[in-house]
């Protein structure tokens, strides 16, 4: 069988409109997604829950404080908010998900948090689709958007997303781990660097700041330090713990795999790029990659505290207020969360999640309070937190100070 050849001159983009439609890539990632999560919590997810658990505030019987003086303000990416947290991005570019980001805006709109939408990259290829999002942002003119792409794509692309949402800032993502169990992936990584660079120049001569983040599987000290090589000085680090890409599209090539079958032309259909055939290619053994958020945000830290200018969002597998407080603690300028609305939005609507977004803005402030401190930079120089042996060994190994 002769093994299909990739021209490496073209774009991520062109390979995945190629194979299959976004549209039905995107639908699919909220459907497993949810799916996902009403199944048995996986060991390592358990496992990095764990560590973040056995991470504990010195508790001070005397906080000489009352609740009404802390400020739970925070920035993102040059965006004040009145919360230390913000919509993550998520999806879009569909009916489905259209309507989903509706909702978010709404939330957005009622309770003054940033939001950050899914990957534009389908306005890329169908600028008909402009109308969404120019509808989104007349119909919420009162929400900071951050708008969001990979970073394969071009200095244009960045300010097209950019200029139709009207967005304060710009996330880039990167996704090479999905990109590898994705059924239609992209095989070729050069060049994101590059693109990087440009992108962050170009939108710096317009005021608009640029947040690297993953999708899932952390950020290295060394990626960390190559980004703000580049002028970098947001990254959000999409820990592991949280939305699991992997496991979404290795389910999805599961799920094409019985659609399909395995004979044939079928199997000639799902071969990636050159590699094996499909039938093999079950990557469940890769379920547990990456690194945690917690020890992302201390990766993260050990370069921000040689460059003051860094800035970090933790972000991934946010379970309450708690585990924003004490991701704040440990040097996070702002927390992320996705999976959080996602599933408030589905379950709860815009009135539920609303009502949830308040609940937990005043458990932060509670528990903030408890610690006896002000604010965020409060918390992050005086409430004392242990760190767990784990962790400990970890930092170690990686010559983290903590």
């Known amino acids: 069988m002769t093994k299909p050849t990739i021209n490496p001159g073209r774009s991520h983009q062109e390979l995945v409109d190629d194979r299959a439609t976004i549209s039905s890539r995107k639908d699919d990632h909220v459907r497993l997604a949810a799916r996902i999560r009403s199944q048995e919590v996986e060991p390592y997810q358990l496992a990095v829950w764990d560590e973040l658990d056995q991470c504990e505030f010195i508790h001070q019987a005397l906080p000489e404080i009352a609740v009404d003086q802390v ?28 309507a989903l980001n509706s909702q978010l805006a709404a939330v957005a709109s009622r309770t003054g948090v940033a939001m950050a939408l899914g990957s534009m990259s389908i306005l890329v290829k169908k600028p008909e689709v402009q109308g969404f999002y120019r509808t989104l942002r007349k119909d919420n003119p009162n929400v900071n958007f951050i708008a969001n792409l990979g970073a394969e794509h071009s200095v244009e692309a960045a300010q097209l997303v950019v200029e139709t949402v009207d967005a304060q800032a710009l996330q880039l993502h990167l996704n090479a781990a999905q990109e590898i169990v994705m059924p239609e992936g992209s095989r070729d990584f050069r060049g994101w660097t590059d693109h990087i660079g440009r992108i962050v120049d170009a939108m710096d001569k317009k005021g608009v700041p640029v947040i690297v983040k993953e999708v899932g599987f952390g950020l290295s000290r060394e990626t960390v330090e190559r980004l703000y090589s580049l002028g970098v000085r947001w990254v959000d680090l999409a820990g592991k713990g949280g939305t699991n890409f992997i496991r979404i599209e290795n389910e999805r090539r599961k799920e094409a795999l019985r659609r399909l079958g395995c004979q044939g032309e079928a199997r000639n259909e799902l071969q990636l790029h050159g590699s094996a055939h499909a039938d093999s290619l079950d990557f469940s053994y890769l379920r547990s ?18 460059f003051g200018d860094l800035h970090i969002i933790a972000s991934g597998g946010v379970r309450n207020p708690l585990d924003v407080v004490k991701y704040l603690a440990s040097g996070a300028d702002c927390v992320g969360l996705s999976g959080f609305f996602l599933k408030a939005i589905q379950e709860e609507g815009v009135e539920g999640t609303v009502a949830l977004v308040d609940e937990w803005k005043e458990h932060i402030r509670l528990l903030m309070a408890l610690l006896g401190v002000r604010d965020i930079q409060d918390l992050r120089s005086s409430a004392s937190l242990v760190y767990p042996q784990s962790l400990v060994s970890y930092c170690r190994q990686r010559g983290i100070r903590l």
Do not use: K, Y
Request: aromatic share 6%; net charge neutral.
């Open 71 to 98: 400020d739970i303000s925070s920035t993102v990416a040059g965006i004040a908010q009145s919360s230390p947290f913000f919509i993550n991005a998520m999806t879009g570019g569909t009916v489905g998900t259209n």
């Open 289 to 306: 990659w990456g690194i945690s958020t917690l020890r992302s945000l201390l990766e993260a830290r050990s370069v921000g505290e040689r």
